[in-house]
């Protein structure tokens, strides 16, 4: 077993009970708007910012949470930030999509594509200030069909910046199957970029550790980015309270709530034509369905079980983690929300 098995699980399981723990304040309503969790993601994470130093920088997507804790953001002034309090990471007026820490040279942003050359701007400073840090971009398969993150793989390649650009790849954009939108292959695309490319699982934080150690190293020696593409999975779908997940897990009470509109819609006798109508009632029958045989669903497709499973040869050792993990988010969290309830 890799020496590093231990502290990556240990990262990703601390990764994971936070933000289990921001789901239980997000469905208590003390946090507002959307929430887009890593949950999934952690092995791709973790493989990457377990390597990093001081000087480091990372660019992050709408689902930063995970990296910024890993990298020892402090992750009560994360909470807060994710209540809107002044006292929070950003003064309350970030919210989660919008983490930012200067001290860790971390930057997140809500507009997809951007964590490109947000990564190639840092790796731009780096290699004229502090040559031999790096940058990492983390982003999704749909960033990969926004401009400025090509423009920026370009201009990397082109400079030699020392940039780790990362494609969590989970097959989806919000409710768009990346396929339906994605010519070609992406490993394919950023090599024809002058991007060399590694295909790793993202479900699997030690091969994510493995090549992430090479591309790394090419990046502190001055010899340019490197695209990693890791497929993972989002067990949320893209957000909490994703319908389609809703409805999979809880068809009784959920049903209803989609079945009156719908019917109501398809019974009104103006508007589309019949067939029209079921196709409609036909394509939302079919999500639903697929959603029921989703990996996403599928618990072989947890990082975090998957990380888990291989450390079971050592049960007293991964107890005695696991209860520290428990006790330590569980304190933090009442840290953070202690003068809450007053
Ligand atoms: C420039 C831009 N276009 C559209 C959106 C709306 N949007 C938010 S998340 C998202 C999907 C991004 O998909 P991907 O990059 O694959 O990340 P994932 O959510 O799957 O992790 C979209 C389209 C946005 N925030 N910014
Ligand atoms: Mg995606």
């Given at each position: 077993m890799p020496p590093e098995s231990w502290s990556l699980y240990t990262l990703m399981l601390r990764s994971r009970l936070f933000e289990e723990a921001v789901a239980g304040l997000w469905r208590d309503g003390l946090i507002s708007g959307e929430m887009h969790l890593g949950t999934g993601e952690e092995a791709v994470i973790a493989g990457v910012v377990s390597q990093l130093r001081d000087g480091d920088a990372m660019a992050l997507d709408h689902r930063g949470t995970a990296a910024l804790l890993m990298r020892g953001v402090d992750p009560v002034l994360i909470v807060r930030e994710l209540l809107g309090r002044p006292d929070g990471l950003c003064g309350g007026a970030g919210g989660h999509m919008h983490l930012f820490s200067r001290e860790h040279l971390a930057a997140s942003s809500g507009i997809v594509g951007a964590a490109g050359p947000t990564a190639a701007g840092f790796a731009l400073a780096a290699q004229y200030l502090h040559p031999g840090s790096i940058a990492v971009a983390f982003f999704g398969d749909g960033?990969?069909?926004?401009?400025?993150?090509?423009?920026?793989?370009?201009?990397?390649?082109?400079?030699?910046?020392?940039?780790?650009?990362?494609?969590?790849?989970?097959?989806?954009?919000?409710?768009?199957?990346?396929?339906?939108?994605?010519?070609?292959?992406?490993?394919?695309?950023?090599?024809?970029?002058?991007?060399?490319?590694?295909?790793?699982?993202?479900?699997?934080?030690?091969?994510?550790?493995?090549?992430?150690?090479?591309?790394?190293?090419r990046a502190r020696s001055g010899l340019g980015p490197t695209f990693l593409h890791a497929r993972c999975v989002h067990d949320e779908g893209h957000f909490?309270?994703?319908?389609?997940?809703?409805?999979?897990?809880?068809?009784?009470?959920?049903?209803?709530?989609?079945?009156?509109?719908?019917?109501?819609?398809?019974?009104?006798?103006?508007g589309a034509a019949l067939r029209e109508r079921l196709e409609g009632l036909g394509g939302v029958l079919t999500a639903v369905l697929s959603t029921l045989r989703d990996p996403r669903r599928d618990p072989v497709n947890d990082p975090v079980r998957r990380a888990r499973l291989a450390l079971q040869t050592d049960p007293a050792r991964l107890q005695e983690l696991e209860d520290q993990a428990d006790r330590e988010i569980g304190h933090l969290f009442a840290t953070a929300l202690a003068d809450v309830a007053s």
């Open positions: 960033a990969m069909n926004q401009g400025m993150l090509m423009e920026a793989m370009n201009l990397a390649a082109a400079w030699s910046l020392p940039v780790l650009f990362v494609c969590k790849d989970d097959g989806w954009a919000i409710t768009t199957r990346s396929e339906g939108m994605t010519g070609g292959d992406l490993s394919a695309r950023a090599r024809g970029l002058g991007v060399p490319a590694v295909e790793v699982d993202g479900l699997d934080a030690s091969a994510v550790w493995e090549a992430s150690r090479a591309a790394i190293a909490l309270g994703f319908q389609l997940i809703r409805i999979v897990r809880d068809p009784l009470r959920e049903m209803p709530g989609v079945a009156v509109p719908l019917t109501r819609s398809f019974v009104h006798p103006g």
